[in-house]
């Protein structure tokens, strides 16, 4: 199994028109005169431009996300007759709104964060076309954000099942159980998304320093992050006798490599996670970021300053790490034992 084939140019904005918002029942009449069904020219032009700065901004995934919504949107557009360049903010007023009143198939609304997500594609699609002089106005400008609540991760691993889950991956010596220690150990170690897991090269690690070099992460931005003694020992183990069992002939450039030498696919690291949960006897539902969002918080609880944990993780801005300082109804407890008077 080969890597990934290279994508060609465009590959993102191929086939988003067709994608519609079946959920969005326009109430308004149209405006324009646009009753084709079918987008103009110049538009799809746009919106093929955007496509390819989104390509150089982001990773290939959330590119495609994003143009999936802005599918959506022109869809609305359509609907309603609006041609993208003649967008008042009257009309994303209205498309909020039908955001709003937007059912799923269960008939419950969609979340806050799902809303606000159609619109912060949206204003990003406007910013650019203004920024780069195809409007003469940004129409999206006025239009906030809905309020979104600031939640903790629902799951968060204590230690011992950390150690647990650890431990459950170091009993067997075959090549496949030396690459999934690695990469557990990988992930607590160093809080790293699992598709910044799976792009890592051999030459991205160096154990004996213990640092990992991840290149164009989330926001396509390098960083260094620090290995444990134990991750650096893990990789060692599998560079030496894991990987080169498991690659066998294939000529892969990734570290961590899939069972017949492949690409690493989120979905097949996914699965090793919850395969080392289960034996390990963790009943929670665990998964790649779950132990992201653990290390953060057992940093956190250990005195690390969040500044560090902020860099470790990659966040762009502080706000997203800032989740993990909230008080954790375990240490709560703790003080109420130690503090209150009838608390034992």
């Not at 969005?24 to 405006?31: A, E, G, Q």
């Not at 022109?74 to 008042?88: E, P, Q, S, T, Y």
């Not at 069972?259 to 090793?272: E, L």
Request: with cysteine; proline share 5%.
């Amino acid at each position: 199994m080969n890597p990934p084939p290279a994508k060609t140019r465009h590959s993102v904005v191929a086939g988003f028109f067709s994608k519609g918002v079946n959920e969005l029942t326009p109430n308004s009449p149209p405006r324009h005169e646009n009753q084709q069904g079918s987008l103009s020219v110049r538009t799809k032009r746009l919106v093929r431009l955007y496509g390819d700065a989104l390509e150089v901004r982001f990773a290939e995934r959330t590119a495609r996300e994003y143009m999936a919504l802005v599918g959506s949107f022109l869809a609305w557009l359509d609907a309603h007759g609006i041609d993208l360049v003649a967008v008042r903010t009257d009309d994303l007023l209205a498309y909020q709104s039908d955001l709003y009143a937007a059912r799923k198939k269960d008939g419950r609304p969609y979340a806050i964060a799902s809303q606000a997500q159609y619109l912060i594609v949206v204003k990003s699609l406007f910013r650019f076309l203004y920024r780069r002089n195809y409007l003469m106005q940004d129409p999206a400008a006025p239009i906030d954000l809905p309020r979104q609540e600031e939640r903790l991760p629902r799951v968060i691993l204590t230690k011992e099942e950390v150690l647990r889950l650890l431990g459950a991956a170091s009993k067997a010596t075959t090549p496949r159980s030396l690459r999934d220690r690695a990469v557990l150990e990988t992930f607590y170690a160093t809080g790293i998304r699992v598709s910044e897991l799976a792009k890592l090269t051999p030459y991205d690690v160096d154990t004996e320093e213990r640092i990992v070099r991840v290149l164009l992460g989330k926001g396509r931005k390098d960083r260094h992050v620090p290995l444990t003694r134990a991750a650096a020992a893990a990789i060692d183990q599998y560079l030496g006798k894991g990987r080169p069992a498991i690659v066998g002939s294939v000529k892969s450039p990734y570290l961590f490599v899939a069972d017949r030498g492949g690409y690493f696919h989120r979905g097949q690291v996914s699965a090793i996670v919850r395969h080392y949960a289960k034996k390990a006897g963790i009943r929670k539902r665990v998964t790649c970021h779950t132990l992201r969002h653990s290390v953060a918080t057992h940093l956190l609880k250990g005195g690390a300053d969040i500044r560090h944990i902020q860099v470790l993780l990659g966040h762009t801005s502080l706000r997203s790490t800032e989740r993990y300082t909230r008080v954790e109804l375990s240490d709560l407890k703790d003080v109420i034992r130690r503090a209150h008077p009838r608390g034992r």
